[in-house]
């Protein structure tokens, strides 16, 4: 299962960016998504996660500007966030769970969308 990350740019301090994650390859299920950050010489951090019953959760540095979001029939996450502070500048990546149509459980990580929060 293939990961592809997208939506990451240059943005100033107050904005609102939004990054999208497609999951591709033969996925039978997808139970939980995430979304990871890693700032330049700090460790990696969940920023969000999505459980397929819908429970959402967020890490305390981002909780009320986030928002985990997800598409199931289009094996879809999106992570939107509002008020970008320069310390949300890092890389965000998605990772997903799941099974594939042959049974097996998969544990995928996406390459990696840049967010630079600067004016």
């Known amino acids: 299962v293939q990961l592809q990350a997208s939506g990451g740019g240059v943005v100033q301090p107050g904005g609102s960016l939004r990054l999208s994650c497609v999951a591709s390859g033969s996925i039978f299920r997808i139970n939980s998504m995430h979304w990871y950050r890693q700032a330049p010489g700090k460790e990696r951090e969940l920023v969000a996660s999505?459980?397929?019953?819908?429970?959402?959760t967020y890490a305390d540095s981002v909780k009320g500007r986030s928002t985990i979001s997800r598409d199931n029939a289009k094996n879809t996450v999106y992570l939107e966030m509002n008020n970008l502070k320069p310390e949300d500048t890092a890389v965000y990546s998605c990772?997903?769970?799941?099974?594939?149509?042959?049974?097996?459980?998969?544990?995928?990580w996406g390459q990696g969308t840049l967010v630079t929060v600067s004016s």
């Open positions: 999505s459980q397929r019953g819908g429970t959402t």
């Open positions: 990772n997903v769970f799941g099974s594939t149509s042959r049974g097996k459980l998969f544990d995928s």
